[in-house]
Structures are given as structure tokens and as C-alpha cells.
């Protein structure tokens, strides 16, 4: 940090001469560009190229674009051949290489596949013995990953990884040539280039002839949705163990080919914040192992020697803790790695003012990254021995454990645990798939299931992604207990419960001991199982619903095939359908109709059975009033302001790449006044003051399209609009907490407990709930539930809580059970628990010719709520039909 003189002054003077006349484009010059090391008192050698050099502008006096990181690393593997390998783990969706850097003596370069191979080797204790993990050891270099800007807009790691590389290539000091022999170090520059080159167009377009560091200055204030997302607007850093998007699923797989020992996350925060490092705020997550806390701390003690050094403060043991498994420094950790997030507060831009006046310059942020990942390599150099060996026996304590979980595939989707099989495959869990029954925990269970043994190197990972709950340590929970109370917000950090099967809906067992029934090992990337049973039958197919069978409806509507869906259950050829189950007759959908089935079924794994006749010995006819009749819905998205970019990016991706089906994207304030008669239906995804940005008209617009048989699917926060009175939309209100007294004017208050309750009192909401899996029942008389499971699970966040619709009014599809029975998993606050009881999930409403539908928790949160996706997909494809 510095005074507004001293960064803007001469230190900061080269800065502005770089970006004056250019609107902060990342164009080089051609005058001679002065460098100074980022390291005090570094001496290089002139024959390694300088990002001055390759690029024009010294570390941290520009924003580096994602083309010229991967440009400065081309030169340096050109520079030094024998020290870089370079590689690519994924292609983003806009096309942009995430790539990877190795860094190592020319020894080490040279054998980087030999290296891979005996990391996975420590890895698995059950082909390496000790005698042999110990000759391994003694010629094996610890594994270094340093993965910087997760988040596009958190700027400066990318750039401190150029600093990061030259320092280790072109340092004279002898000690650093040791941490390369002792290291290889693998750098990640850009985890997220299309979000970083989102947020460098904003950067750039509000760039004027200096840095600005007003909070309020266009360079820094990103528009809707930000520079934090990728294209699909997905967190990232929220997405590993789901792997939704090519750049985590390229990343995650790179890592379980590395296995590396060390892994660094690296991030920015708020600009008022310093530098964090671990150790970890509480809650820890009881899965991660103790020798791997022990070590996170002497990472830290020895950062903090680095930062003293550079007069730079830091924090630790607050704000971040460590007990979701999802982020970019949990997942890896139960893979054996020693873990870690780093957090520099940001600049956002070249210069940043920071509410004390001080000032924050890029090149502040840059420097701050460079010394934390330089103490991190020192760090795994100098206990070698130690990481190498802890992480062998990680694995060993692994293939120590004992049990099994067993998944079942639910009879409302069969195919639900052949995708959470492979999911977890991709995590690095060992799972297998039995090719008969058998008996285990006191049950029987079908040919079929998924057995993963616990006596395997990964156990870790397989108890925190499939433990039905993972407690929340008591002593924490007090203190949030003690902070509510006093009128403070809790320190959770992220959702309390992210259980596989729970969110997948599949049914899971957990076993004292491993069953004894022959399994295959399910490989990553199976391709679906889908087939088509007596495909020459006369009549047509017939389609069970969900999972693979809605993702074939999907595709077929939009090759145009006629179809149908049954409102109830039937009987047809002895066996017994449920309700949602897709018809498909022969007649209307032409000669071709077997060769696409078979397409579609080989495409998205489902199960067609073709029907000889339509005759139904149970259950409604396919003639009948209750098959309705499927159109491909022209499905429109509510997109920027209000909406949460997350929110609209994850039901984007539902529908787009898990469903097949293109939706368009419509800017809020357009549909307060646009033609909307070509759509079928609307989405709302999670977003505050929908009616702000609608205006009253606009909402009265929405709500005429509507009565002429629109339907408007409202999603967690945006039910808050349907639900106003003053829409007229949905009658069901969202109620303010429970529990204070009735008035307080010139009321007696006798004790200190009506004191608190007299403070707390008022039209406030419930407490907001960071993130839990609560069971909701299903009515399974109306259309929205068919081929729905009885019970789902739904992700309660905040403290949006609303009342049910009367009969007169709608239907509550979905509504939570009893107070004791409503937790499926997390922390849920006990009033939450108590108000949230019997009230609606899911409501829907006839209004005029259409519908109106609420789902008051996001169906689609983070892409990983597949147990919701059946009842979403109705709502969109079915309601049209109804």
C-alpha cells in the first residue's frame, strides 16, 4: 500500500506513459521499457526474456491479456527448451486454450512422463510397496501446482505467474536452481481466459489517459455479468466435484493424471483486505486429513516470512475456512494434495482507492502473488521428504478403510446412478457395477447397483461426496449460535450440504463391510447405454420419463416427432408405466421414425420399447384426455439485470447442455414491453427486484401473455415477484420470521430473554440459511410431478419462506414435511426448521389460458441439482401441453 502521491507519482509514472493514448489496449511499444524486479534484491540472467521484452511493459504495469500469457510462456520455452514444457488441459467454450507450464531442471524436464507415472505410483499403495515408495522418493521431485485467477476478473495471479516463471528460469541465486531440482513446479496462468477477456473488454472500453481508482470509475465497475464467470457464467470455483464445464473437467483430469503434492488456488478479494493465507478459518471438514492441516501451516509460517520481509500484511484463521469439498483448494486436498487458497486483495484495474485513502496498484497485487507462490516452491523444496512421504501415506490410509456405500438405481430413473457412478469416477473414486444381486447392510439389491468399496486410495474423497451429512464441528455451530443471537450474521461461508446421492437422487446405503458380489470397474467416460427393445414393433415406442428419457423427449420435439406424455400411470403389455412416460406412435412421424430412435437412444443412453399395439389394460388410453399432446416450446430467459449471472447460467446449462434444447436469452428490461406472443414459456431465474427493472407495466405486460396462455416459471428469489401483491400473479406471500412479540409501545418488558425478543422483533425476515438439502414431498396427482420421485431434495438457501396456496388458488406441488422429518442434510437454524414445515416448494397456478409456476429454491443451482431436473424439464415442456 502507498499514499495517492507515491503510486500515482513517479512509481506509478511508467504505468501511465504504457497505457496513455492506448484506452489500456495491451498493445506493446517500441521505446525501451524499464524493469524492476518484483523480488528485492534479485539478480537475473539477461538471456531470459523479460515479460518487458515479449510483451512491452513490465510485471504489473498492465493487465495481461490471455493470448499474450500464452505468448510470454512461448518465449520462454523457446528461451529454454530443456527448463518448459508446455500443454493444454481444455478449450473453453469461446474457444481459448487453458494451458499449463512445467517448470523443472533440465533433468526433470526431461522426464516429466516418468515423473507423472511415479506420483501415481505413491498413489496407490496396493501396487507400490514402502521399500518401494522409499526408491521412489529418494529421485522423485515433489509436484508444485500453481493454478492462478479461477475468477476472470480477479486479476493479478495470472500475471504473477509470468513473474513467478522468470524468477525460477532466470534467477542467478543458487538456491533457486535447488528448488528445481527438489520441484517440479506446473503453473495454470488463466484458469478462466473467456471470463478474464470478459472482464478486459470492460477494463479497456473505460480506460481513459491514466488508471483511475475511484471504486465508482467505469474501468472498474464491471458491467452485468462480470468478469468472475466463464462464458457459461458458471463460478468455477464452485465446480469440482459436478465438473460441469470443459474447464474443470480438463483441469481435474489433468490433476489425476500429475498427482501433485502441492496445490496452490489462487484468488483476489475485496480491495480493503490484505493477503490471506492458511491456516484456514473454522468450520475444517472432518475429511481432511491431519497431516495435511499440519502441513498447510508450514506453508503459511513460511509465507509469513516472505511477507515480513516485504513489509506486506496478511491474515489467516479467518473469513476463508475449509469445509466445502468443491472449491479449486478442497477438491484436490482429498486427492492427498496439501491444498491451498491465497486471496489478494484487489485492484480491479491498474489502481485502486481503498476507504483508508491509501492506494492499491496492480503491480502491489502482482508483487504480493509472485512472493506467496516463490514461498510456496521454497517451501516443497525444503520438506521433500516430508511431502512425498505423507502423501504415500495418505493413499495407505486409504486403502486401510473399511465398508462400502452402495448406490441403487431409483426406479423414477434408472439412469440417475450410472451418472452419479461416473461422476464420481471423476473424482478419482473407485466405483464398480454389479453384475448380479446380492445382499448387503441387511438388504437386498438389484444386478445393476454401484458398490465403492472403502479399502481403496480414495476413500477420502468417496466419504465427503457421498456421506449423507458432513457435521458442521459443535463448537462452531455454538458461536454461530452465540452471534445470531446477538443479531450478527453467521460465518458460513458456502452451502453446508452437497451429499452426491442426495443430490442426485439416489438411493445409498453405507456398510460396515465391502459385499462380496464380482463388480466391473466403471471406466471414465462410458459411453450412455441407451437401446432400442423390439424396434420393428407396429404401433410405436414407448419412453419411461426422466434423466435419459427427458433428454430424448428434448431432442425428438426438436426434429419435430409427435409425441405424447400420460398424465397417470398404465398398464401396457404387462408392464406397469409411470405417469410421464413419452408415447410415440408410428402414424404422423414417417418411415423413418426406427432409425431415429435408435439414434436418439445410442445419443442420450435412453431405453425405447416399441409397442406392437396401443392397447392399455390399466390406466388412462394414449387417446385419452390425459396423454397431452407435446409442442417444442419457444422457451424464452430472463437475462441481465436483476438476475444473479450464476442462476441464469446454470439454467442455461440445464436446459441448453444437459437437455439438448436452445432457449433465447432476453434481456429483462425487453420483456416489459416486447412482443411476447412467439414464446411458450418464460423463465425468471434467481434475481432481486424483477419489478424495478420491469416497472409496473411491465409487470402487468407479463401477466397479460400469461392469461393468454404463456407459461411464466418463476425460480428461487424471482418468486419473490409472483408472489407480490401487487403482481397478482401467485397468491402465496413471503413471510417475515416468527417468533417476536406482538407490539411494543408501551409494552412492559420484565426479563432479559423479552429484551431480546422485543429487539429482534419486526417485519424482518428468518435468518438467512447458507445452504441445506431439505426433503420435499410431491403431490403425485398433478401434471408437473409425473415420472417424478414422491420425495425430492431441494437446496434451501436464504430465508425466502412462503404460504401455501389455498385449493382455490393453486396447487402445492412440492411442499416441505414436518419439522423433524424436513432436514435431509447441513445446518439448518432451528426457527428456520420450524417456520419452513408444510410450506410450499413448488406452487403452480392456472391464470387464464396459462400458468404461473414458482419454484422457491433454484431447481437448477450450480448444474448439480439432477434429482430436480425431471420436475423442471415438466414445468417447461409439459406446461405448454397443459
Known sequence: MRTIRGALGAGAGLALALMAGSGGAQTPVATPVAVTPLVAGASYDPAVPTVASVLGYDSGRKITSAADLRRYFDALKSNAPDRVALGSSSVSHEGRPVFWAAIGSPRNIARLDQIRANSRALADPRRTTRAEADALIADQPAIVWLAYSVHGDEISPADASLATAYHLLASRDPEVQSWLANTVVVLIPSQNPDGRERFLQSFNAGFGTQPNPDPLSAERDQPWPGGRYNHDLFDLNRDWFIQTQPETRGHSALIRDWRPQVVIDAH???????????????????????????SRETFGRNTARWFDRAGQDYFNRQVFDAFYPGYGDGWPGYLGAVSMTYEQGSARGLAARRSSGEILTYRDTVRNHTLASL??????????????NAFYAYHADGVAGRGAYVLSPPSWDPGAADRLAGLLAASGVEVGRAGAGFSACGKSYPAGSYVVNLSQPQRRMAEVLLARDVQVPADFLAEQERRRARGLPDEIYDVTAWSLPLLANVPSDRCASAPGVATTAVALDEAPRGSVVQPDAAWGYLVAPGGAGTALMTRALQQGVAMRSMDRGFTHGGRRWPSGTIVIPRAGNGSDLTARMQALAAETGAQVVGAADSWVSDGPSFGSGEAAALKA?????????????????????????QLGYPVTVVRTSNLGSADLSRFDVIILPSGFNYRGVLGEGGVSHLKSWVGDGGVLIGLGSATRLLTDPASGLLAS????????????????????????????????SPDSVAGVLARAEVDPEHWLSAGVAPTLNVLVQGSDIYSPLTRDDGTNVARFPAETELLASGQLWAENRKQLAFKPAIMASSQGSGWVIAFVQDPTFRGYMTGLETIFANAVFLGPAH
Open 633 to 657: 416450446p419457444n422457451v424464452a430467459l430472463a437475462w441481465d439485470d436483476p438476475t444473479n449471472p450464476t442462476a441464469v447460467g446454470a439454467t442455461r446449462y440445464v436446459l441448453e447442455r
Open 733 to 764: 406471500r413471503r413471510q417475515p420470521a416468527t417468533g417476536g412479540p406482538e407490539g411494543g409501545d408501551g409494552k412492559l418488558i420484565e426479563s432479559q430473554a423479552d429484551y431480546d425478543r422485543f429487539i429482534h422483533a419486526g417485519d424482518r
Open 375 to 388: 514461498a510456496t516452491i521454497q517451501s516443497a523444496s525444503v520438506n521433500h521428504d516430508r511431502l512425498l
Open 268 to 294: 483476489e478479494m475485496g480491495t480493503d483486505q490484505s493477503f490471506f493465507f492458511p491456516p484456514e478459518a473454522q468450520p475444517l471438514n472432518p475429511w481432511i486429513a491431519p497431516s495435511t492441516l499440519e
